[in-house]
Structures are given as structure tokens and as C-alpha cells.
């Protein structure tokens, strides 16, 4: 952004929409930060479950912001995905993987609660980042506000935690690791995201815990369930579903109009500008003294 001219150059776009990338940085830190801290209060079950709430409120923002309207297909995919997260959940409680104290149970689950709705507000910002202007604005952006803010709030609120931190060549080591895993996860999730849809990554996302699931079991013995395999391949079944067939745009508000007119004749009308991978856009073109009715494909 810094050598890029025109238009799309880092002080041009500050110059334009800066107080946005500021909000969607802010709102980004804190998801990462309240699910993190929510480990400290309640279970690790609460938090798996919990944090599915990220996919209705994906849904809902993509509904009312976006215009995304889904079909029968994708609501059963996405039950069907839950279900399978509630079944490792269920593996977890079996084989008395319960990980975290518990103690303030209601404080936890509210953060999870909370991390999980600035989870869903930043997907939904990124896709339309993503899909209407830049993926390289919107990495630049997010690691120019991101850093800066969280930067501020690690020197106000976790000093003293950090000084507690025995630091060796294996801690930093660690610290690097997971440093490289989030640049790859931010890297990658645009390209994504601009390829299929927020709610789509999200559904995606829930084979997280049975990935990490897998190392730990080699790493720190975890025990085994077969529920976990139960878990997983529900998770894939419920992904294939939802990608079984494509969501639809409506771009434009007279779409709800024709939409609701079944007495017209049918028309086919051409698409407007590039269609994205798995959605159909749709463009009414002139207005004709009987009102068409709108066949989407």
C-alpha cells in the first residue's frame, strides 16, 4: 500500500476510511481477546458450544448487509454442522476432557458469548471488503490498526501477566509458531472468504477443535472416542450439504417486489458486472409497464 499509487494508496485510502478500519480493528482484537479470556472462566465444552453462535449471527449480518438469501439446503447443512460440534462437545464430557475451572461459569460463557458476535460483524465487514474492494487494503488495514491498538491494550492490561512469562528459547519458539499459524489463518481466510462466503469459512472453522484434537493425542495423550470420528465426518457432511448448491445475491430492492409477483410471466435477465465463485447476482435491467417475474438461478 505504501508504494501503490492512485486510489489505492495507503494515505488515500486513511484519507477516505480510516475511522472505519479503526472500529473493524478494534472489533476484530477484541473477538480474539474475549473468547481467549473466556478460557480462564468457564469449560472447554461451554466454550466450543458457545462459540457456534458465530454462525447465526454470520447469517443474519450477510441476510440484512449483504443481501445473501439461502436456500432450504444451506439451513440443514449448517444444523446438520452444528449437530457435529455438539457431538465432539458430547466426546469431550466422555472422556473427562474438561479443560478449565468452571469457577465463574456465567462470566465465561457471556465472553464467549460476546467474542463470538464481534467474530460474525468481522467476517461479515471482510467479505465485503474482500468482494467490493481489495484484499491487500483490507490486510493492510487490519494489521496497520490491529497492531497498533492491540499494542496499547497488551501494555495497559496484560504488562504484569507478560513479565510473569519464564522466557526461554522454547517459549519464544512457541510464541513464533503461533505467530505464523494467525499470519497464514489472516492470510488465507480473504482469499476464502472471496471464493465462497463468511458463513461458509465459519462452518468450516468448527473442524478447528478436531484438528487440534488429533495432534493433542500424539502430542499430550488425549483419550480417544470414536464420537470424535462421529464428530468430524457429520461436521464434512453438513459442509457438503451447504456447498451443494449456491446462495443468491439480491442486489436490488425492487428484487423483493418481482419476487412477489408469481402472476407475471417469467424472464431471464442477464447478470450485471463479474459473478463471484457460488453466488448469482441478479439485475432487473428497464422497467417495463407489466411487472416480470424474476427467475433466479
Known amino acids: 500500500l505504501f508504494i501503490t499509487t492512485g486510489e489505492e494508496n495507503l494515505l488515500a485510502i486513511l484519507k477516505r476510511r480510516w475511522w472505519k478500519y479503526m ?6 482484537i477484541e473477538a480474539n481477546y474475549l473468547v481467549v479470556k473466556a478460557y480462564q472462566y468457564t469449560t472447554l465444552t461451554s466454550v466450543q458450544l458457545l462459540d457456534c453462535f458465530v454462525i447465526p449471527v454470520v447469517i443474519l449480518l450477510s441476510w440484512f448487509f449483504l443481501l445473501v438469501r439461502y436456500k432450504a439446503v444451506h439451513f440443514i447443512g449448517i444444523v446438520v454442522c452444528i449437530l457435529g460440534m455438539g457431538c465432539m ?3 469431550d464430557v466422555l472422556v473427562g476432557r ?3 475451572a468452571g469457577e465463574n461459569k456465567l462470566i465465561g460463557d457471556l465472553l464467549v458469548l460476546g467474542g463470538a458476535t464481534l467474530y460474525g460483524i468481522s467476517n461479515v465487514c471482510e467479505e465485503y471488503i474482500v468482494r467490493n474492494l481489495s484484499r491487500v487494503e483490507f490486510l493492510g488495514m487490519i494489521g496497520l ?7 496499547i491494550q497488551l501494555a495497559i492490561m496484560e504488562h504484569k501477566e507478560l513479565l510473569k512469562v519464564p522466557w526461554d528459547w522454547q517459549i519464544g519458539l512457541l510464541y513464533v509458531g503461533f505467530s505464523a499459524c494467525m ?3 489472516y492470510s488465507f481466510m480473504p482469499v476464502v472468504i472471496k471464493k465462497t462466503s463468511a458463513t461458509a469459512v465459519n462452518l468450516s472453522l468448527l ?6 484434537l488429533f495432534c493433542g493425542l500424539f502430542l499430550f495423550h488425549y483419550k480417544f472416542s ?17 456447498s451443494s448448491t449456491s446462495t443468491y445475491v439480491a442486489q436490488d430492492p425492487r428484487v423483493y417486489k418481482q419476487f412477489r409477483n408469481p402472476s407475471g410471466p417469467v424472464v431471464d435477465l442477464p447478470a450485471t458486472g463479474q459473478l463471484e465463485p457460488s453466488v448469482t447476482y441478479t439485475s432487473l435491467g428497464q422497467e417495463t409497464e407489466e411487472e416480470p417475474h424474476v427467475r433466479v438461478a
Open 145 to 151: 490498526f490491529g497492531s497498533f491498538f492491540s499494542g
Open 226 to 242: 470414536g464420537l470424535y470420528l462421529l464428530s468430524f465426518f457429520t461436521i464434512l457432511v453438513g459442509l457438503v450439504l451447504y
Open 207 to 212: 473442524t478447528a477443535d478436531l484438528y487440534s
Open 23 to 28: 472500529i473493524l480493528g478494534i472489533i476484530d
Open 89 to 91: 462437545a458430547g466426546a
Open 183 to 185: 499470519f497464514g489463518l
Open 98 to 100: 474438561q479443560q478449565g
